[in-house]
């Protein structure tokens, strides 16, 4: 079984497209959440996650934004834009189909959320003092996380000692004992490093390999000048930030 790990898109149709040409053979996909926000692409992106086969999607912050379910008081001035934008672009199947989605399921073998188990919606973990929390009430092997755009792997092992890592470049990690695992951004990242990121874990083999993809991300800042979305929002892909 290869499950393909996704999370933050945000409305990147070519960076999601370079991902699903380029990611090894899988069975399953999870998608953390954050499909739309920022990008110029809402419409294309969510018609392509849906058709992905065995789905599990959930809602990130700003697909709750995009859907009016949560307010964007905590969002700023660039997030707040991008927000009325999308909501502005979606079509009524698309809104329906982000209205449908939940920011945290709890699968068998892994909790699946955006933010944190705390606080699905806007807690990143980040650091070891956020892992710590979110270790506490997590009863299944293993959590996959996104919000944060940066690939982190957390393990808590047997003394409940936590080790992390920022994640750099293509690695697979070896995940045996209770971990937390945020895949990085397929549409926005974050770790200054621009390429795409995505992973692909293999619960038989207990590995979770993170991969990095170039994609034409000019092609991307031209579509969101053309849409009059803040100037900001292109600039940051070409920095990874
Ligand atoms: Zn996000």
Redesign the pocket.
Known sequence: MKILILS?I?ANLTALQAVLESAPSFDQVWCLG?IV?YGPDPNECIQIIQKLPHLTCLA?N?DLAATGEISTLHFNYTAQKSVLWTQSTLTPENMLFLKGLQPLQMLPQAALVHGSLQDPVWEYIIDRFSAKMAFEPLNTPYCFC??S?YPLFFQQEENDHITYQLIKGNQTCKASEKIIFNPG?VG?PRDKNPQSSFAIFCPEEQTIALHRINYNISAVQKRIIDAGLPVSLAERLSLGA
Do not use: A, I
Request: charged share 20%; proline share 0%; no cysteine.
């Open positions: 933050d945000h954050d926000g990130g700003h996104g919000h755009h951004s926005q």
